[in-house]
């Protein structure tokens, strides 16, 4: 056998979770999928045995149903007791295990059937779905050596989107009888971010425009969308030839690479092309924006479809030029007009959902979402939270792979996603939409109010859209923790002025009997307004955004604080929220600022709103202290938190795995922040999506915080929670969380904890 290659590829589990995505597409069975995983595992990352033991609940026993490398007889098929071997221990314990030397481990049992008794490094993984147990995933090796931390993590990622398989498994005909899938019949598998599931028919983001509609854009007369089209033109024109010059200067570019820019001038440059962009015009009276599209798609079309690999790669090229066009278009236009009407049963499919496309769906009833891209803390995210949209991201090639009006079933719990679903799957779906109803039930009626609480917890709600403020009306919340204007901005085709501001904010609040804590324009990185230029970065996420953006654009900042002021004046309860503060001279400035409006306003000093700040950066945290003297409150936003803390982008497909606010390190930096913020006599809460779940949840009251600013459909989940716990447990849970140095054991412990507490806290999870 050849040496095992210990390195593991950065890229290994994106190889293997695309393998597996693609297998579970295949007209098999369960087993046979599972066979041909367990082989792919083995061969990317040289383990010798890799096998999947799938629990059978009617007989109480682990299954050995598929493995590469052991001995497998379908008349004698290996069958073992929670109780017996280490694969048992596994399953019993619901904990990643990794053992070398096996045989000297006391669980250790002997299959003499299948010839494992070689194998002494030994990686056991439980396939966990909702703190249920489906199986064990298993890798051995003869060697003897020991399991790499990368290793285990890898397995967990795996096994994590096998128990999504082993979840939907009974319920895919194909998976009972193959010869009962039809032709058209696929199964895919993504990343389930929110929602439960939904059915309809697909409209597909594709092209030029992944992010936007086409239908955003209505046209003029033929003579008006020329003119817009030539001045387009015109204008990339004269910009890229003054980058030509300028990089030609500086020679800041090889000779090659400026030649690319030159070919992309010439191209523009091409009467042919323009006159076929004016053809479109004239003969389809479309709009300047889509005869780009259309003329630039079927221009690579045709590249594409060559067997020359040169001219292949030429097609870049004109997408280049496209992009550059619609660019200088949207720019002029200023404005971008309303998504069009949708069919409720509508299923957006795209590369990438951009919060302010969800957002521009205003009360339009999108069943749900699938796209390439995207995070399950990206603004999108948490805009379709709100909505109660179900989403499922990380499909790669969504796009290429489903038709528009296709039936499809998505679910935003394990990932999946069904086209053209039968009737059958489609009932065992909706059966379980009625079980998950009975269970909202009875949280929703025993979370009604905090009557029994052993945990005095102050529940705020989180708002973005009307939606928002419907739902917490519903719930019962009174404040605000949370209202992100930029979703509000959004809705604006520019600019909002100061009065249109004002109105928006005061139909907010109306909805609310205490005080509404507005977060300062947030936008960059992931949240763009349609009518602002941003420049373009290497790393929006740590470029203009946020209160920098504000700090820039000192008179837009004016603008929006006169409007809350205005408000606090005619007896407005509003707290103003400064988001990814890292200096102290950011505050400084806002409260300045907030002194001299209010005296053009008449209003008087001891009339200002409570000034806060969020703790979303490394920075702000190291310097907490320096921060007390010039703000009244702390709002944690563990979303940003995460991401900086861990230095990791929370919605890259390749290590957003990491992203995780059960970090060690993450839950060591929030009980910091309590503590600091506990001394200062400052309220320190938490907005962050992390507060949300009950294991989030459970998490942050141990570390004591004791505000919560949550979606508001996740209130009475919060409450019911609240009624379980005791301060003795609290105790018990905030000396393991923060002495515990691995994520997963972390998560593990809390999942455990709150099935103990009450299985229905597991189901809704």
Same mark, same amino acid.
């Given at each position: ?542 470029? @203009?955004?946020?209160? &920098?953006? =504000?700090?820039?654009?000192?008179? *837009? ?5 006169? %409007? #809350? $002021? +205005? ?78 803390? @861990?230095?990791?982008? &929370?919605? =890259?497909?390749?290590?957003?795995? *990491? ?5 060690? %390190? #993450? $839950? +060591? ?97």
């Amino acid at each position: 056998m050849a040496a095992r290659s210990r390195e593991i590829r950065a890229d290994a589990h994106l190889r293997v979770l695309a393998d597996i995505s693609h297998l579970a597409n295949q007209e098999a069975d369960l087993n046979t999928i599972l066979a041909q995983v367990a082989d792919k595992i083995a061969e990317s990352m040289g383990f010798d045995v890799v096998s999947a033991y799938v629990y059978d609940g009617q007989h109480d026993e682990l299954v050995l149903s598929a493995s590469h490398g052991l001995k497998m007889t379908p008349e004698n098929p290996v069958r073992m007791k929670p109780a017996e071997g280490l694969t048992g221990l596994v399953y019993e314990t619901r904990r990643t295990l990794a053992v070398t030397p096996a045989s000297r481990h006391p669980r250790f049992k002997f299959f003499p059937q299948t010839g494992e008794n070689r194998f002494e490094s030994y990686l056991g993984v439980p396939m966990m779905i909702q703190n249920r147990c489906l199986g064990v995933l298993v890798g051995q090796m003869a060697d003897g050596e020991l399991i790499s931390p990368a290793e285990n993590t890898l397995f967990e990622i795996i096994a994590a989107r096998l128990a999504g398989l082993l979840e939907v498994a009974d319920s895919l005909q194909r998976l009972r009888s193959p010869a009962a899938k039809t032709a058209r019949a696929r199964t895919l598998q993504g990343r389930g971010v929110c929602g439960d599931f939904a059915v309809g028919k697909a409209y597909i983001l594709r092209g030029l425009f992944r992010s936007v509609f086409i239908e955003q854009f209505p046209p003029g007369s033929p003579s008006q969308e020329g003119i817009r089209l030539s001045n387009a033109l015109s204008a990339s024109q004269d910009d890229l030839s003054r980058q030509i010059a300028e990089l030609g200067a500086s020679r800041t570019l090889s000779a090659g690479s400026l030649n690319i820019l030159k070919t992309h001038l010439a191209l523009m440059q091409d009467k042919i092309f323009m006159d076929a962009l004016n053809d479109r015009i004239k003969r389809d009276k479309i709009s300047a924006e889509v005869a780009i599209v259309q003329e630039v798609e079927s221009i690579v079309r045709q590249f594409d479809a060559v067997s020359d690999s040169y001219l292949r790669e030429r097609s870049a090229d004109f997408r280049e030029i496209g992009n550059k066009l619609l660019s200088k278009l949207m720019e002029h236009r200023g404005t971008i007009q309303p998504i069009a009407r949708l069919p409720e049963d509508t299923i957006l499919v795209a590369h990438e959902l951009g919060a302010s496309l969800v957002a521009g769906l205003g009360n339009q009833k999108v069943a749900g979402m699938v796209s390439e891209m995207g995070g399950e803390t990206s603004h999108a995210v948490i805009m379709a939270q709100s909505l109660g949209i179900p989403l499922v991201t990380g499909m790669a090639n969504i796009c290429g792979l489903v038709s528009p009006a296709e039936r499809m079933l998505v679910d935003g719990r394990t990932g999946f996603v069904f086209v053209n679903p039968d009737s059958g799957l489609i009932k065992e779906y909706e059966d379980r939409r009625k079980e998950t109803a009975r269970i909202k039930k009875i949280v929703e009626k025993q979370g009604a109010d905090a009557a029994g609480s052993a945990v005095d917890l102050h529940i705020s709600a989180n708002i973005g859209c009307p939606a928002d403020i419907k739902m917490a009306g519903q719930y019962h919340l009174k404040d605000v923790g949370l209202f992100r204007t930029e979703f509000a901005f959004m809705q604006f085709t520019d600019w909002p002025t100061i009065d249109q501001q004002e109105r928006v904010y005061a139909e907010f609040a109306a909805g609310f009997s205490g005080y509404v804590t507005l977060r300062t324009l947030d936008i960059g990185g992931d949240k763009v307004l349609p009518y602002m230029s941003f420049p373009k970065e290497v790393n929006p996420l740590l470029g @203009l955004r946020s209160i &920098r953006f =504000s700090m820039e654009y000192l008179d *837009l900042f004016r603008q929006q604080l006169t %409007a #809350v $002021l +205005r408000l606090v004046k005619k007896g407005g309860r509003f707290r103003i929220m400064l988001p990814m503060i890292t200096n102290v001279w950011e505050v400084q400035t806002t409260r300045r600022i907030i002194e001299e409006l209010a005296g053009k306003i008449g209003l008087d000093s001891n009339q200002l709103p409570p000034l806060g700040m969020m703790i979303e950066t490394p920075a702000s945290v190291v310097q907490l202290g320096d921060y007390a003297q010039h703000v009244d409150f702390f709002s944690v936003g563990t979303n940003d938190l995460v991401q900086y803390v @861990l230095a990791v982008d &929370r919605d =890259s497909d390749t290590i957003g795995h *990491l992203y995780s606010g059960f970090h060690p %390190a #993450v $839950l +060591r930096t929030l009980k910091q922040i309590q503590m600091q913020a506990a001394a200062m006599n400052k309220d320190a809460g938490i907005c962050g999506e992390l507060a949300a779940s009950p294991a989030g949840a459970l998490a942050m009251m141990a570390l004591g915080y004791r505000h919560l600013s949550v979606v508001p459909t996740k209130a009475p989940v919060l409450r019911y929670l609240c009624k379980k716990i005791t301060a003795r447990l609290l105790d018990e849970v905030a000396q393991r969380i923060l002495h515990e140095p691995h994520e997963v054991e972390i998560r593990n412990f809390l999942a455990a904890k709150l099935e103990a507490l009450d299985p229905v806290l597991s189901a809704v999870s």
